[in-house]
């Protein structure tokens, strides 16, 4: 049974889906977990762990138990695979140019996404060798003109900020999918979904 299936209001879901049970020291909710370091019962819990037989959390800098539990939650809620939370969305948009873009590659950027991305694609990216190019978000024969054959991602903003232009995003991917390019959108300013419903 999956996780909808078990709670069909996403009200209910957004209370219970995700967690695992039952929680640490019999809490009704999952405890704020707020230590920097984790013990090892053993030499042979330890070796385990390196050789990755058992995942567990080692260092607050790499994962915290209450960090994993939201993320549960949040892709429960959105109907995905996982989710990973970070301190800004800056942040999160850097780590996903950074792990999915190298030095060769071209980025196609709409030119009213968030403007401190434009400037870390046309500054930071572009010193290691990304080359970077933007499209009207509006009108998307400007993304063709943008794509070159070593376009590896293209990344949207809708609604944008400040201008609230829409992008189209069916029409996007009609261009993006045939040459196996992934798309990235920042949402910002749009409602979640409520698990495809």
């Known amino acids: 049974m999956t996780e909808l299936q078990a709670f069909p209001d996403v009200h209910t879901l957004a209370v219970h889906g995700g967690e695992g049970r039952p929680h640490a020291y019999h809490a009704l909710a999952m405890p704020v977990v707020q230590t920097a370091t984790y013990t090892f019962a053993n030499t042979g819990a330890l070796r385990a762990y390196v050789d990755k ?3 567990r959390d080692k260092y607050g800098r790499y994962g915290n ?3 994993r539990e939201v993320e549960r939650k949040l892709a429960h809620l959105e109907g995905g695979e996982d989710a990973l939370l ?4 800056m ?3 850097a780590g996903v140019l950074w792990a999915l873009l190298s030095a060769g590659d071209h980025l196609a950027l709409s030119d009213e996404c968030y403007k401190q991305i434009r400037q870390f ?3 930071v990216l572009t010193r290691f060798g990304v080359e970077v190019s933007t499209f009207k978000p509006g009108d998307l024969s400007s993304l063709e003109r943008a794509m070159r054959p070593h376009t590896r991602l293209v990344f949207a903003e809708t609604p944008s900020n400040p201008f609230l232009t829409v992008t189209d995003l069916e029409r996007v ?3 993006t ?3 196996g390019t ?3 959108v920042d949402s910002t300013f749009a409602t979640p979904s409520t698990n495809g419903r």
């Not at 970070?86 to 969305?89: E, L």
């Open 86 to 89: 970070f301190p800004s969305g």
């Open 173 to 175: 991917l009609e261009i």
């Open 65 to 67: 138990p209450t960090q």
């Open 182 to 184: 992934p798309l990235v």
């Open 177 to 179: 999918r045939p040459r």
């Open 121 to 123: 694609a046309q500054t």
């Open 91 to 93: 942040a999160a948009i």
């Open 53 to 55: 037989r058992d995942v």
